[in-house]
């Protein structure tokens, strides 16, 4: 897998949104959501249980479904799927093979146990530019970024200045003035949240 540089992680995170008919979620939490580590987690289903990502295989024989976020610099994020025997996993329900790739919408279920849906979390990264934007030249406004300002980091290592934090020029709104980053065009999302959620699970 591609590593995100320490500079500039990604700004969207996976999230698995679990949901079920049967009584382990209760009223009050009607979805249990696991934030996938970076790095491979085994999906781990307890019977009666919550269910929970772990780095080790659960105990017994059966690994059941491991998981691994691809964070491409310039894409959205991915979540690479590996069963441990074709056929155990249905995807957006069809049964698939050993390995599959998913993205935000894709739901997948393990042995007919709970549905998991696949959402991306963003927490926007703003505050002063890293070291990587440090007198680079903003796409926008192509003005070089100071160490007085505040920059939105993009998860591709761009950045863009931000409104309502420029000092002395607040003329700089260079995030609110575009849609998405010029330089890998994935969308600029400055409200932490999801961008898109479930419509059959109540958001606890
Ligand atoms: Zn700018
Ligand atoms: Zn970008």
């Given at each position: 897998?591609?590593?995100?540089?320490?500079?500039?992680?990604?700004?969207?995170?996976?999230?698995?949104?679990?949901?079920?008919?049967?009584?382990?979620?209760s009223?009050?939490?009607p979805?249990?959501?696991?934030?996938?580590?970076?790095?491979?987690?085994?999906?781990?289903?307890?019977?009666?249980?919550?269910?929970?990502?772990?780095?080790?295989?659960?105990?017994?024989?059966?690994?059941?479904?491991?998981?691994?976020?691809?964070?491409?610099?310039?894409?959205?994020?991915?979540?690479?799927?590996?069963?441990?025997a074709?056929?155990?996993?249905?995807?957006?329900?069809?049964?698939?093979?050993?390995?599959?790739?998913?993205?935000?919408?894709?739901?997948?279920?393990?042995?007919?146990?709970?549905?998991?849906?696949?959402?991306?979390?963003?927490?926007?990264?703003?505050?002063?530019?890293?070291?990587?934007?440090?007198?680079?030249?903003?796409?926008?406004?192509?003005?070089?970024?100071?160490?007085?300002?505040?920059?939105?980091?993009?998860?591709?290592?761009?950045?863009?200045?931000?409104?309502?934090?420029?000092?002395?020029?607040?003329?700089?709104?260079?995030?609110?003035?575009?849609?998405?980053?010029?330089?890998?065009?994935?969308p600029?999302?400055?409200?932490?949240?999801?961008?898109?959620?479930?419509?059959?699970?109540?958001?606890?």
């Amino acid at each position: 897998m591609i590593s995100a540089t320490p500079v500039s992680p990604p700004s969207g995170a996976i999230r698995l949104v679990a949901e079920s008919s049967v009584p382990v979620v209760s009223a009050a939490a009607p979805c249990v959501v696991l934030e996938m580590p970076v790095g491979p987690s085994y999906l781990v289903l307890p019977s009666g249980g919550l269910p929970a990502l772990s780095a080790e295989p659960p105990p017994g024989a059966d690994a059941g479904v491991l998981l691994e976020p691809i964070l491409p610099p310039r894409r959205p994020p991915r979540l690479l799927l590996l069963a441990s025997a074709p056929g155990r996993v249905t995807v957006n329900g069809h049964r698939a093979g050993r390995v599959s790739v998913l993205g935000e919408r894709d739901q997948f279920r393990l042995d007919g146990s709970l549905l998991f849906h696949v959402t991306l979390f963003t927490r926007p990264r703003v505050g002063p530019p890293s070291g990587a934007l440090l007198g680079r030249e903003c796409p926008v406004c192509r003005v070089p970024f100071a160490s007085d300002t505040t920059a939105f980091h993009c998860g591709c290592g761009g950045g863009l200045h931000l409104v309502g934090t420029e000092p002395n020029d607040d003329l700089l709104q260079c995030a609110r003035a575009v849609s998405a980053c010029p330089r890998c065009s994935q969308p600029v999302v400055l409200k932490e949240g999801y961008s898109w959620f479930p419509p059959e699970v109540s958001h606890a």
